[in-house]
């Protein structure tokens, strides 16, 4: 170990050295420095609990099944926005990072490689209760990150260069943080159980039908064609969450969701998600239209009976239709060539299954990730259709803020690639409170109860953590 942070720290400082002069020039501006450097030797299994806690702000990400991982640490700088103008501030600040940034990825040839991670809230909201620790929209830029994509691992060192920054400090910085990551400790502390349970009462569940009810009359009234609604239950739990356990469960139960976890201050917020927003890569992005469910059978042929169900529903397709209608439509002033791709395919769970369409489109020349985005969010699935009305309803009828869940979690670099995932099959935590929270898309002709039903099958990820 001794030898291979000694012959990184000469790598580091030749890298530093030929940079010299570049990095020299920066007298009126900040500089991003990023390096990054195989770490195909390094056990991060079992280490992932400490490595989120070990700081102020932590961000985990990781898409099983294309075997892609994100974990990172600390924080250089950060884009915050808060209030309507977020995507702007985002957009703008990146567009001022674009080229003060020094690295050395273009020698590691790998297909994604981020840089900034972080989340945006469904909507704007004052950060204050459960959500006090999340602005609106956060995208940051992490001291140490490890990486495992095309099966194989890095670290990355990011600092932010200044004409006053001595190179000795940098690479003093490097080596503690690369020591420090190569000799984290592992958690084996178990899971803590459920003491107590708010939100799943039948008094909860009669207030969730008069809600419903005030849904499908407004849908009667063509104030509104759909409507997301989303219900919370919070759990007092035994002890604090070890997130190595968490995500080691999602990874065998859930493993071709996207799993995560945003961790700031005193609070964490994680889930395992089905659906991605967006992949952005090469000039082109490829959208997830996510919206109509079943559950899944308890044999293969039960299976099979509920997903021809599913390709059959009225209602199911009519929500999927919104979804990708809504989608096409709001991309067609930032994209080009917009092909809808493998049409009403089924996406199984473990638990539950959804009506998936794939969107594929090309940016146009002066579009930008988040140029894109705030064009398509928030979708008609997480939200509802005409997007404004529901918007309206939700803020009017739910009772609590939704903060980060169904929001937009994922990463993006300076070079208009990036992904993103909706955050949904999520929870709150802070010390041995947790907030679980689901939602269920209401369109004419939808019934109470089937849609409790739902929502009770999209808390499973969470509370099947504690049995």
């Not at 918007?391 to 169904?406: A, M, Q, T, V």
């Amino acid at each position: 170990m001794e030898d291979f942070i000694s012959r990184s720290i000469e790598s580091f400082s030749s890298f530093l050295s030929n940079n010299k002069d570049v990095l020299k020039s920066s007298r009126l501006t900040s500089r991003i420095i990023s390096y990054i450097l195989p770490f195909d030797h390094i056990k991060i299994s079992g280490k992932v609990d400490e490595i989120l806690n070990n700081s102020e702000r932590s961000f985990y990400f990781e898409n099983p099944e294309s075997d892609f991982m994100i974990i990172g640490n600390d924080e250089i700088l950060n884009i915050t926005g808060n209030g309507e103008s977020r995507f702007a501030i985002t957009d703008k600040k990146i567009r001022e990072w674009k080229d003060k940034i020094v690295s050395n990825h273009d020698i590691i040839k790998i297909r994604q490689r981020p840089l900034f991670i972080g989340a945006m809230k469904f909507m704007v909201e004052h950060s204050d209760g459960d959500w006090k620790d999340f602005n609106d929209s956060t995208w940051f830029v992490p001291k140490t990150m490890f990486l495992r994509t095309d099966n194989k691992q890095f670290f990355i060192f990011n600092f932010l260069y200044t004409s006053q920054t001595q190179f000795e400090y940098i690479l003093s910085n490097f080596k503690i943080k690369l020591e420090h990551f190569s000799k984290v400790n592992e958690n084996n502390s178990p899971l803590p159980v459920i003491r107590e349970i708010k939100g799943n009462s039948p008094k909860d569940k009669k207030k969730w039908k008069q809600l419903i009810d005030q849904a499908l009359e407004s849908i009667e009234n063509r104030q509104f064609n759909k409507v997301v609604l989303a219900r919370k239950v919070d759990l007092l739990l035994s002890g604090e969450l070890n997130f190595e356990k968490v995500i080691s469960k999602f990874r065998s139960d859930y493993n071709t969701s996207y799993l995560f976890a945003y961790h700031f201050g005193k609070s964490f917020f994680f889930g395992a998600t089905p659906e991605s927003l967006g992949k952005f890569s090469e000039g082109k992005v490829q959208f997830d239209a996510l919206a109509g469910s079943a559950p899944r059978g308890e044999n293969e042929k039960e299976d099979k009976e509920f997903e021809m169900k599913l390709l059959m529903s009225k209602k199911d397709k009519a929500e999927h239709k919104f979804v990708i209608d809504h989608i096409k439509k709001a991309l067609s002033s930032v994209c080009e060539d917009i092909i809808e791709k493998e049409k009403f395919k089924v996406k199984k769970l473990s638990n539950i299954q959804h009506l998936l369409t794939i969107i594929s489109a090309e940016l146009k020349q002066d579009s930008s990730l988040f140029s894109v985005i705030k064009e398509i969010y928030p979708t008609p699935a997480i939200c509802g259709s005409p997007q404004n009305e529901a918007l309206h309803f939700i803020k009017k009828h739910e009772n609590f803020r939704r903060g980060l869940y169904s929001g937009i979690i994922g990463w993006f670099n300076l070079d208009n690639e990036g992904e993103f995932v909706v955050a949904l099959r999520s929870a709150l935590n802070y010390g041995n409170r947790l907030v679980a929270y689901a939602g269920s898309g209401i369109v004419q002709n939808s019934e109470a109860d089937p849609e409790f039903a739902e929502t009770e099958l999209k808390l499973k990820p969470i509370m099947s953590l504690f049995k």
